[in-house]
């Protein structure tokens, strides 16, 4: 079997136990290196258990990996909304709309 979907279906089933800390320690004690999936995982882990403290070292992990991934940065920014933290809010939005500024003019040269 491959370690990495083991791996995340480990954090799937800790998610489900209502253990995102044990799922967190999971990854940090992985052999090899953790992949984007993995954190993705965890994220919806840290989600679903509304860990907004876990969810934003989560997320910084996933977008060292793939600093383009919208998909994290949209899903912080609900957490953040459904937080009430409407100061992050405005934040996550401004770089938001910074960063679809960027690609869109990269994409045009």
């Given at each position: ?21 044990e ?9 090899y290196?953790?992949?984007?999936m ?12 509304r ?57 045009l040269?």
């Amino acid at each position: 079997m491959d370690p990495g979907r083991e791996t995340n279906g480990c954090i799937v089933d800790l998610g489900r136990a209502g253990e995102p800390g044990e799922a967190a320690k999971l990854i940090h004690e992985m052999e090899y290196e953790p992949d984007a999936m993995a954190w993705r995982t965890l994220l919806g882990v840290c989600r679903a258990h509304r860990n907004m403290n876990l969810s934003v070292y989560v997320a910084k992990q996933i977008l060292k990996l793939d600093p383009s991934d919208a998909g994290t940065h949209i899903l912080l920014l609900y957490m953040y909304v459904n937080s009430q933290r409407w100061e992050v809010v405005a934040e996550v939005s401004t770089m938001m709309s910074r960063r679809v500024k960027e690609l869109g003019v990269a994409g045009l040269t």
